[in-house]
């Protein structure tokens, strides 16, 4: 089975914080995404990769930013964070191949205080 | 731009009823359409893929349909339990990049035993 892991559920952060999520997907996948889940917002696209190094802005980019530098780990930063991005954090892959599944992982809880 | 609804955003039923839930989506040009189940404070697990090509996917209790034309797709989960009761989502991902992913904002459904 395809498994994302996303190594932090739960993070208490103070304002002005950097942050780093991480996230490692363990079926060579091309893509990966980062997404933030807040309620009655649904799903929104931050930062994607198609590849190593390589990365797309999403629909709300600003504040954060991405790294990656392995082909499994894709990394989410918040360079100073903020309270308005308290929020639930999802990340996921899926292969080069248009038509294919996306997995996600467990998520990660963050709080800014 | 795509936009994809579902309705109702929660429901109830009594346990051994058959349900459906539903997705729409405006824009019929979809590579294909993805139903996920979340559970309270956790990430998506994939449920069911259906290609453009296809009308359905069946898995268990769990059929899952697709009209292109008239934009819509239905999730039909028979003879549901009380560990049915989670948020259910539908995504569509567009011809163009991989990040051309379109998510529902989810129906909550809540099975009564």
């Known amino acids: 089975d395809v498994k994302v892991t996303q190594s932090s559920r739960y993070l208490v952060k103070r304002t002005g914080e950097k942050v780093f999520l991480e996230c490692v997907q363990d079926m060579d996948h091309e893509n990966m995404f980062w997404y933030r889940q807040d309620p009655g917002l649904g799903l929104r696209l931050i930062y994607f990769?198609?590849?190593?190094?390589?990365?797309e802005k999403g629909d709300i980019p600003e504040g954060y930013s991405v790294s990656r530098e392995k082909k499994e780990r894709f990394s989410l930063i918040l360079e100073s964070a903020s309270t308005n991005q308290t929020s639930m954090y999802l990340c996921?892959?899926?292969?080069?191949?248009?038509?294919?599944?996306?997995?996600f992982g467990e998520g990660s809880w963050l709080t800014v205080v | 731009k795509q936009e994809v609804t579902q309705i109702p955003a929660a429901l109830s039923v009594p346990e051994g009823e058959n349900l459906v839930l539903n997705c729409s989506f405006t824009?019929?040009?979809?590579?294909?359409l993805q139903w996920f189940r979340q559970d309270p404070g956790k990430g998506l697990t994939s449920l069911l893929l259906?290609?453009?090509?296809?009308r359905e996917q069946t898995s268990g209790r769990l059929n899952a349909s697709l009209d292109k034309s008239s934009g819509r797709s239905t999730l039909y989960i028979a003879a549901s339990q009380p560990g049915d009761s989670a948020t259910y989502l539908c995504a569509v991902r567009g011809g163009g990049g991989a990040n051309n992913l379109f998510f529902g904002t989810g129906t909550r459904l809540t099975v009564i035993p």
């Open positions: 990769s198609y590849d190593v190094k390589m990365k």
């Open positions: 824009d019929s040009a979809i590579y294909n």
């Open positions: 259906i290609q453009s090509s296809q």
């Open positions: 996921a892959s899926t292969t080069g191949v248009l038509g294919n599944t996306i997995y």
